[in-house]
């Protein structure tokens, strides 16, 4: 079945620039702001790592475009070969298990010690739950009413990512298979041929990429632009007027700022929100660096300014960063009492979610987030039943920011920040792109570590160091609508100190969970 997308469009109001078009740009910025599709624009179209692959699944011959990792040298801007790819030491990966039945399953993970399992997931009927993996482990699928009964268990390892639980077709056995089809309703047996014909695409696919298809097929291409990640080192940059706070407004100037259809919903020549409290420059330019081609991850200096960082702190925990003037930060967190509204909640849990309605400075975080990522800011919160007419869902394609805080010896091991959608909606939600906000830094360890990044030079992960008001983006999904098993990362176990960050995650092409 055909899937499709809605047409490329190019949004006003988000001056846009590349180093490499820099010759190109004449407008001043402020005409440049009225343009729409300008000719200053970098090409997100022509993606160099995409390829036609043709493939046949017994409806004749298709042609997608899918991703094919590009050969490491190029990283390094060196002809194809001059450099091989390191081995990484970390030797997890994505494992996808799948329901081909028409009941759910339990998924567990075998300790393989004689002991219970784990429960992973309950996987729905025709529906799919994964988790970060090594290799050699085990796991096993149980009806829900007897988890005595192992209906199908395997011993992972790579490269292979999907296991299939599929009662249904019986290996060499025509008869017995054409029985078990006969069995099913017409509705099973609908969802059933679904699945194997995303096993026949998958099968190409891997074939062509040396990639698993993480994705259901058939799933379109993001519907979202993605930066490129040519080489290490590159930089890409884009002009936002969502300028920085300097000083703090008072808290009756910030919000809370309405949902839709509010004064807050601005025209791109209608001044800044709070104008008086930020940075007087007409915009604010930000440098995306690539510091890894595969995944495709960026670093972006100065996203947030030192009031904004100093502000997400107050909002969410009441708390104030200590600041030195002299050395660097050592990451303590003092609590101060900034003899403001004493209602307001003193929270420390773990994880707390900040609302883009919150006020005008999350909001405008929000705002340079889309412009950063050449998403509509408009996407990034509900909309009107009239805005934006061809998203069928008028929901946020952005999820609250989630602040998180880890103590000495806290970490995340390494996972992946997307999920595996559900066979019954055929847009195949799945999170797109993670923007990590750091609010601190001058702790040891906590750094952000890309453990399995592509490279010819060491078999270390990439680590990224946390650093006030610095974002990292990466992506979770591939250019050709696959899931990135590569996105895969860590928050390093922090031994000194402690480390704040904010989470931001955006999804393609819609969120629905
Ligand atoms: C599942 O399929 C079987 C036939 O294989 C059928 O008898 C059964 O009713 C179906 N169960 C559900 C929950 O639809
Ligand atoms: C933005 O910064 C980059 C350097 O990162 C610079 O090359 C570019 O000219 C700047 N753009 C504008 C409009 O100032
Ligand atoms: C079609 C069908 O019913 N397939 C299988 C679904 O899974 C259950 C166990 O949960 C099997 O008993 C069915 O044969």
């Not at 393989?112 to 997931?121: F, H």
């Not at 883009?356 to 909001?363: F, G, L, M």
């Amino acid at each position: 079945m055909a899937m499709t997308l809605p047409p490329s469009r190019c949004f006003g109001g988000i001056q846009f620039l590349t180093i490499l078009l820099l010759s190109l740009l004449q407008a001043p910025i402020t005409t440049a702001r009225e343009q729409t599709c300008s000719a200053t624009e970098y090409d997100f179209s022509s993606d160099p790592a995409l390829h036609t692959m043709d493939f046949d699944i017994g409806y004749g011959p298709q042609e997608i475009l899918a991703y094919v990792q590009p050969d490491v040298s190029t990283f390094y801007q060196m002809e194809p070969g001059e450099r091989k790819p390191t081995t990484p030491k970390h030797n997890g990966w994505a494992a996808k298990f799948v329901n081909m039945s028409n009941k759910t399953v339990r998924l567990f993970w075998d300790p393989m010690n004689g002991g219970p399992g784990s429960i992973i997931a309950n996987i729905e009927p025709y529906s799919a739950a994964g988790t970060a993996s090594f290799p050699t482990h085990a796991f096993y699928m149980t009806p829900v009413e007897d988890e005595s009964v192992r209906l199908a268990s395997w011993a992972v390892s790579p490269p292979q990512s999907v296991y299939f639980y599929d009662p249904i077709t019986v290996e060499g056995d025509e008869e017995a298979t054409q029985r078990n089809l006969d069995s099913l309703s017409h509705e099973d047996f609908e969802l059933y041929q679904r699945h194997v014909d995303n096993r026949k695409f998958s099968k190409r696919y891997f074939e062509f990429t040396g990639r698993e298809y993480l994705s259901f097929y058939p799933r379109a291409r993001p519907s979202h632009k993605m930066w490129r990640a040519d080489y290490f080192g590159q930089e890409h940059w884009v002009t936002t007027k969502e300028t920085h706070f300097i000083t703090l407004p008072e808290e009756s100037e910030l919000g809370p700022v309405a949902e839709i259809g509010s004064r807050r919903v601005l025209k791109e020549s209608d001044p800044r929100i709070l104008q008086q409290y930020r940075s007087p420059e007409p915009f604010l330019n930000l440098t995306l660096k690539v510091l890894s081609c595969a995944p495709r991850a960026f670093e972006i200096d100065n996203f947030l300014s030192q009031t904004e960082v100093d502000h997400i702190m107050y909002l969410t925990t009441g708390m104030k960063l200590h600041r030195s003037t002299t050395a660097g930060s050592n990451g303590q967190l003092s609590e101060e009492d900034l003899g403001r509204d004493s209602t307001r909640n003193t929270r420390t849990s773990l994880n707390t979610w900040v609302y883009r309605e919150k006020d005008a400075i999350i909001d405008t975080i929000y705002r340079r987030s889309a412009d950063l990522l050449r998403i509509n800011e408009a996407l990034l919160r509900p909309r009107s039943k009239d805005e934006l007419p061809y998203m069928k869902s008028k929901r946020s394609l952005a999820e609250a920011l989630q602040l998180v805080h880890y103590d000495v010896g806290q970490e995340y091991t390494a996972h992946h920040d997307f999920g595996y959608a559900n066979i019954y909606n055929e847009d195949q939600p799945a999170r797109f792109a993670t923007l990590l906000l750091y609010l601190n830094e001058g702790m040891d360890g906590g750094e952000t570590q890309f453990p399995r990044w592509v490279n010819a030079h060491t078999r270390d992960g990439l680590d990224v160091v946390p650093k006030v008001g610095k974002a990292v983006l990466f992506y979770s999904q591939l250019p050709d609508g696959n899931m990135d098993d590569w996105s895969h990362h860590a928050a390093l176990p922090v031994r000194r100190g402690e480390k704040w960050l904010m989470n931001l995650w955006v999804w393609d092409p819609t969120y629905e969970t």
